[in-house]
């Protein structure tokens, strides 16, 4: 403290203490020790000098000690204030949040003490920094044990769903004691029990004939073999010849057995690679695939259209028309099927599709129609085009011919005429892109543009779009 602090402190009603030591008793009873005079200002300040992790803090002296907390802490030194001027209040201490400059902030605990006529306030402050770090770790470690806790339920009812959604028969097995921890439905079916009955049942009792100790070691031999083969066994519950195909692995520690369990008296269904390697690029392509019936109604999807859509499942989308989703509806649609329907193919159809939130994506269709079924359909592939669009879109291709002609105008016409000029380029623009995607169908290509027949006809007169033979 500073040597006028020392005669303010000096002047305490402290019998018998000598100023100098009075000011190194304050000084290391607190950790930090504030004078404050009647006006706010800090007139004096001391650090305890075995708690330096304040660092020097002489700047303080001589402002407002307000210049020294945070917003949230004014309202508490001025209640606490007001209640020391009052006859038997008693000192009850106060957490006050210092920043110094705004560069670093600590929360510090004040016993206050008025200590001369002039009304200036002695406050003895504990640092409470390594306290509120410990409250931080605490709150961090909850929020951790939530987090960990709603991962786990996450991933028990992703465990759940895929257990009873598979219909492959598994049954867990713990290796310490050989009893069945968990099953699906379809092992519970092929075993002849039900799951509640089964689960903490021993393995060895649900085949005929089978020992634990030598049933346990055998499945685990075959387990461990490089080109592991089912073993065939008869459940001792449903009489039926089952294949066990055993897989070992450690979970938490745990020693499992993950038998999948297939019924003998069943032939699978014969698939060769090709048609494996269709099916998955079916599930899992990037691309989406979409079945159609002759019209137009929808039979099939991939989940690659059910993310193109934004749609939740294919129960959401299997028996509506495929026009619920392109931008420009029925006009779309029969402008997919008729050409698919006449020419077998149709390839690289631009358009856009809507979304389930009404967003637009835009994209390329390729349609196939497959009329050698006893049921004919369409295939459409569906290709997200959105990147390209915007690669190749600075901006919209128009004629050199009507773009000159326009630019020749400026400076000899009115703006008036000029704007006519352009849309007249730009009308043709669009009937000649809708005379092409139709593929020259008048009907379609009309719909498109929201025209009637006979004006599109009167605009393809206007702009000699017409051959001679129909002008």
Known sequence: MNTDSK?????????????????????????????????GRVASVAVNPHHRSFGHLDHWVGRPVRDFLTSES?????????????????????????????????PVRYSMHRVAPDNSVLML????????????QLVMAQIALERDYETQREMD???????????????????????????NAAAAL????????????????????????????????????????????????????????????????????????????????????TTENLQRLYHEGVDSIVFLDTDGLITGVNDAFLKLTDSSNVNAVRGRSLADFLARGSVDLRVILDNARRSRQLRM???????????????????TFLDDKPKPAFVMVIRDASR?????????????????????????????????????VVEKMCIQTAVELTRNNRVAAAEMLGLSRQSLYVKLRKFGLLSKDED
């Open 7 to 39: 005669h303010i402190l000096a002047g305490m009603s402290v019998p018998l203490i000598d100023p100098e030591l009075l000011s190194e008793i304050i000084t290391t009873a607190a950790d930090i020790s504030l004078l404050v005079a009647s006006d």
């Open 74 to 106: 004014f309202a508490k030194l001025d209640s606490r204030l007001a209640t020391m001027g009052r006859p038997g209040a008693r000192t009850v201490a106060i957490e006050l949040n210092h920043i110094d400059e705004g560069a670093w902030e600590f």
């Open 125 to 136: 402050g504990r640092d409470l920094r390594q306290l509120a770090e410990m409250q931080q």
């Open 157 to 183: 009812t992703r465990y759940r769903v895929l257990m009873e959604a598979t219909r492959d028969a598994i049954v867990l097995v713990a290796m310490t004691n050989g009893r069945i921890s968990d099953l």
């Open 190 to 273: 092929l075993l002849g029990g039900s799951r509640q009955d089964l689960i903490g049942a021993a393995i060895a009792q649900e085949f005929e004939g089978r020992r634990r100790g030598e049933f346990l070691e055998s499945l685990t031999n075959i387990a461990a073999a490089d080109a592991a083969s089912p073993v065939e066994l008869q459940a001792r519950r449903s009489q039926r010849r089952l294949r066990v195909l055993p897989i070992l692995f450690r979970a938490a520690g745990e020693r499992l057995l993950m038998c999948r369990l297939e019924a003998s008296d069943e032939t699978a269904p014969a698939s060769d690679e």
């Open 349 to 367: 159809y631009a358009t856009k599709v809507t979304t389930a939130f009404d967003g637009q994506v835009a994209v390329e269709i390729s349609a």
């Open 388 to 424: 390209a669009e915007l690669l190749r879109r600075p901006g919209l291709n128009t004629s050199e011919d009507g773009m000159r002609s326009v630019m020749e105008l400026v400076g000899s016409s009115t703006l008036k005429d000029i704007v006519g000029e352009t849309t007249d």
